[in-house]
Structure formats: structure tokens, C-alpha cells
């Protein structure tokens, strides 16, 4: 029999692996708060339910999709939470960027109720997501990855075995350190060609093929120079990604100096009005400089 997914957090990105997983045939029957992230995921295709108990009892897997590890913790471990409706000897796939503590306690209560449990972060958008080609990092037990292997594969390009479970948090905060500080320094160099007066087109046509290109530069920055910041990332999920890695330096008295800078520049761009847009909208923040010199030099 073809398995019974459950997928809760059915937000921008978890509505679009749900659609996909729908798409390729499997059985997937979705649950999310909000009732706009409902209402989205069924115009894409997905099964909605309006209670969290609908979409987990009677699953063989259940898929996570959530916002932080305070919110992934309270939907795995909290009253009437996901494991409370989880049969034993399903399996529970976590996909969140959270901290690999947190992923650790939601699988040491999962193993206690007999549920398997993978851990699997993404790298990509909402566009990757929809089109099958994530990046999985997963963390676990070797048959219990490869028993949910085809869903795995559904959902990725490519997916990566990263040790026992946390480590695929692990290396999905590592990831987003990085990816978020080359978008910062990408965006403050972008922002300082400009103002000495390169025209923002030619500048980008010249750093893409050049030595200062990254994924998210080349991905992000052709929107954002027409002024399109609509989210493929928000911000705020960059600020809170940084951080936990931040903290993870702490715990582990690992020195992180370079992403307390970038994470304090990111709260810079939000405190300035650009929460819920791209995390490209850093470009924004350095250009709205630009204007600031601007007016000073014509003396208004």
C-alpha cells in the first residue's frame, strides 16, 4: 500500500513540498494554522484539514515544515501534539532549520512512543520546493533515512547522509550562516559600485561572471536591483537562522564573530521597515545610504 503522509506547517515552503509530493502521487493530507497557508496549499492541490489530529492519525510519516524550534518543539511534545496521534512504528521527518538540540529532543521522545524519526532540513526556496530539486542534509539512523527514501527523493536533487540525528541541523545552520553572509557583503559591495556610479545592470552582468559570485547573488540580485524584494526568504527567517547558529557557537565555545556582524546587519535591515521581504532586501538597507548622501549633497 502506498504510504499515508501527514504534513504539518504547510507555509510557503511546506506548501510547496506538500503540492509536489501530492503531485507525484503520494497521499498527503496537510494541516497549518493559518487559515490563508490552508487555503493556498488546497488551491495548489494539497488535502486540508483544519485540526492537527487529521493529518497525523492514521499517517506512516509525518512531515514538519515550521517557523522556529519553539514552535517545532510545542507541535512535536506539546499537549495534543504530533506524537500524541503518531502510530508506533511510524515515522517522523522533520524539516525545519532548527537548532540540532531541539531536533534531538523531539527524536528522544519519538523513540520513546516506538515513531522513527529523520532529520532533514532543506536548502533552497519555495521555487525548488515545488519543482522537487531541494537539497536534503539528512540525520538519523541509516534504515530509517532509507525507509522514507522515495519521499526523500521526491523532494530533492540531492540529499546527503550527515551522521545521527541533529546533524542534519547541524549542517543546514552552517549552510545558512554562510549563505546569509555572502548576501550581506554582496549586498553592501553591490550597494558602494552603485553609488560611485557603475549602472546597477552592467554591475551585475560583470560580478556574475567574476570571482565575487555566489548562489544567492546570482539567484537573488536580478530581482532585487529591479526592486523586487518579494519573499523567496524572508529576513527575518535569515536573522533567526544566523542566530541559531550563533548560539550554537556559544554552547560549543566556538568563536562566530563574522556572523554576530552579519546577524546585527540583518536586524539593522529589519529595524528599518523590510521584515517579510527577501533577505535581498539588505540591498535596500545599504542603497537607502546612497539616498541619505544623496540629499545631503544637494543640501536638503
Do not use: C
Amino acid at each position: 500500500m502506498a504510504k499515508q503522509l501527514g504534513f504539518v506547517g504547510i507555509g510557503q515552503m511546506g506548501g510547496a513540498m506538500a503540492a509536489h509530493l501530492t503531485r507525484s502521487g503520494f497521499s498527503v493530507t496537510g494541516y497549518d494554522p493559518s487559515e490563508q497557508s490552508r487555503a493556498l496549499a488546497a488551491k495548489d492541490g494539497v488535502k486540508v484539514v483544519t485540526q492537527l489530529r487529521d493529518a497525523v492519525l492514521g499517517a506512516d510519516v509525518v512531515l514538519t515544515s515550521l517557523p522556529n524550534p519553539a514552535i517545532a518543539l510545542e507541535a512535536w511534545l506539546g499537549q495534543e501534539g504530533i506524537l500524541d496521534y503518531m502510530a508506533e512504528g511510524s515515522t517522523g521527518m522533520e524539516l525545519s532549520s532548527i537548532d540540532p538540540e531541539v531536533m534531538r529532543q523531539i527524536a528522544a521522545a519519538a523513540a520513546k512512543r516506538g515513531v522513527r524519526m529523520v532529520d532533514a532540513p532543506v536548502s533552497g526556496g519555495p521555487l525548488e520546493a515545488a519543482a522537487g530539486q531541494l537539497v536534503l542534509m539528512t540525520g538519523g539512523e541509516e534504515r530509517d533515512i532509507e525507509a522514507v527514501g522515495d519521499i526523500l527523493d521526491s523532494l530533492s536533487s540531492s540529499r546527503h547522509m550527515t551522521g545521527p540525528v541533529g546533524t542534519g541541523k547541524t549542517v543546514k545552520l552552517v549552510n545558512n550562516m554562510m549563505s546569509m553572509g555572502n548576501i550581506v557583503v554582496a549586498a553592501e559591495a553591490f550597494a558602494l559600485g552603485t553609488a560611485a556610479g557603475v549602472d546597477p545592470r552592467t554591475l551585475f552582468n560583470v560580478l556574475s561572471q567574476s570571482g565575487g559570485r555566489s548562489h544567492h547573488f546570482l539567484k537573488r540580485f536580478p530581482k532585487a536591483i529591479e526592486g523586487d524584494y518579494a519573499p523567496g526568504f524572508k529576513i527575518e527567517l535569515g536573522e533567526k537562522d544566523v542566530a541559531l547558529g550563533i548560539e550554537l557557537g556559544r554552547k560549543l565555545m566556538q568563536p562566530t564573530p563574522a556572523a554576530s556582524l552579519v546577524r546585527e546587519m540583518i536586524a539593522l535591515g529589519m529595524a528599518g521597515g523590510r521584515k517579510g521581504q527577501d533577505v535581498v532586501a539588505m540591498l535596500d538597507y545599504y542603497l537607502s545610504a546612497n539616498s541619505v548622501r544623496a540629499g545631503q549633497a544637494s543640501g536638503s
